[in-house]
C-alpha cells in the first residue's frame, strides 16, 4: 500500500480515507472553483487544455471523467466533440455545483454528472474511449484499484489522460513552490472556507504520491501498455497519459 492511501484530511477521526475525502469535498464545494483558480493562479485551466489535446488523435465518442468534482475537466473534454461525458464523484456537493455549472452552460445533455466510487465504477467493460482524472487519483483510498477500475472501463487501445500536482525538482523554483504550497496554500483555504482540514491536506497528500516514475510504474502494474509522464509548468503540475 503506497503511502498516499495512510494520509487523511481528518487526523483526529478513525474513518477511513474514502469517507473522510467525500466530507471534505462537501464541506468546501461552494468554495471550490474560487480557491482553485487563486490557488493556482489560474494556470489549471490551461492543463486541462493541454491534456485535452494529447486524447484528440484517439477521437473518443464515450469519455469518462473520474473524480469530476464541480465538472472543469469535463467540460473541457466538449472540446473533443464526443457523443457524451459521463463524470463521476463521491461527493454529492461537489456533483450539485458541478450540474448547476452545466445547466448554466447549457451542456446538460452532453455531460451526466453521476455520484459513484471511482475504485468501484459502475460501468460495464470497456464502456469508455478515453478517461481523465484532475487532480483527483491521490484522494484515492487504494490506488491500485482505483486504476484498475479505470483499466477496466477503457475500450481496447482507450487512454487516459490524469492531472496530479507536483513539486519541482530545481532549484530554486522547489524551495520556492515548497513554501507556497505547504505555507501559503492552507492559509488561503482558512481564509476563503470553514474546513481547515482540506488545504493541510492538500500539500501533504501532494508530498505522499508516489510520482513521476514511480507512478507510471503503478500504471504498467495495472495492466496498461504504456504510461508516460509529462512535467508541465517547470514541474509544479504533471500530466500522465496511459494506454490500455
Same mark, same amino acid.
Given at each position: 500500500?503506497?503511502?498516499?492511501?495512510?494520509?487523511?484530511?481528518?487526523?483526529?477521526? /478513525?474513518? /477511513?480515507?474514502?469517507?473522510?475525502?467525500? !466530507?471534505?469535498?462537501?464541506?468546501?464545494?461552494?468554495?471550490? =472553483?474560487?480557491?482553485?483558480?487563486?490557488?493556482?493562479? *489560474?494556470?489549471? !485551466?490551461?492543463?486541462?487544455? !493541454?491534456?485535452?489535446?494529447?486524447?484528440?488523435?484517439?477521437?473518443?465518442?464515450?469519455?469518462? =471523467?473520474?473524480?469530476?468534482?464541480?465538472? =472543469?475537466f469535463a467540460y473541457a473534454a466538449l472540446k473533443l466533440n464526443p457523443e457524451k461525458i459521463t463524470g463521476v464523484d463521491i461527493s454529492a456537493g461537489m456533483l450539485e455545483i458541478g450540474r448547476q455549472k452545466m445547466s448554466r452552460r447549457k451542456v446538460s445533455d452532453r455531460i451526466e454528472m453521476v455520484l459513484g466510487d471511482s475504485e468501484k465504477l459502475d460501468f460495464d467493460n470497456e464502456s469508455f474511449d478515453a478517461v481523465t482524472v484532475g487532480f483527483g487519483v491521490r484522494n484515492f483510498e487504494n490506488l491500485d484499484q482505483g486504476l484498475r477500475e479505470i483499466h477496466r472501463v477503457l475500450s481496447t487501445s482507450g487512454q487516459v489522460a490524469i492531472l496530479e500536482p507536483s513539486f519541482p525538482k530545481q532549484f530554486p523554483l522547489k524551495q520556492l513552490f515548497g513554501l507556497y504550497f505547504r505555507g501559503v496554500v492552507p492559509i488561503l483555504g482558512r481564509m476563503?472556507?470553514?474546513?481547515?482540514?482540506?488545504?493541510?491536506?492538500?500539500?501533504?497528500?501532494?508530498?505522499? #504520491?508516489?510520482? *513521476?516514475? !514511480? #507512478?507510471?510504474?503503478?500504471?504498467?502494474?495495472?495492466? #496498461?501498455?504504456?504510461?508516460q509522464h509529462i512535467p508541465l509548468t517547470f514541474g509544479t503540475c504533471a500530466l500522465y497519459l496511459l494506454q490500455k
Open positions: 500500500m503506497n503511502n498516499q492511501s495512510v494520509v487523511k484530511p481528518y487526523k483526529g477521526t /478513525n474513518t /477511513n480515507k474514502k469517507a473522510q475525502v467525500a !466530507q471534505m469535498f462537501d464541506a468546501i464545494s461552494p468554495q471550490y =472553483d474560487q480557491l482553485n483558480r487563486l490557488m493556482t493562479l *489560474g494556470i489549471d !485551466q490551461g492543463w486541462r487544455e !493541454q491534456a485535452i489535446k494529447k486524447l484528440a488523435d484517439g477521437k473518443p465518442k464515450r469519455i469518462l =471523467d473520474v473524480a469530476t468534482g464541480t465538472g =472543469d476563503l472556507t470553514t474546513d481547515r482540514a482540506a488545504y493541510s491536506y492538500l500539500p501533504e497528500s501532494v508530498g505522499a #504520491f508516489p510520482a *513521476g516514475k !514511480q #507512478f507510471t510504474d503503478i500504471c504498467l502494474q495495472a495492466g #496498461f501498455t504504456k504510461a
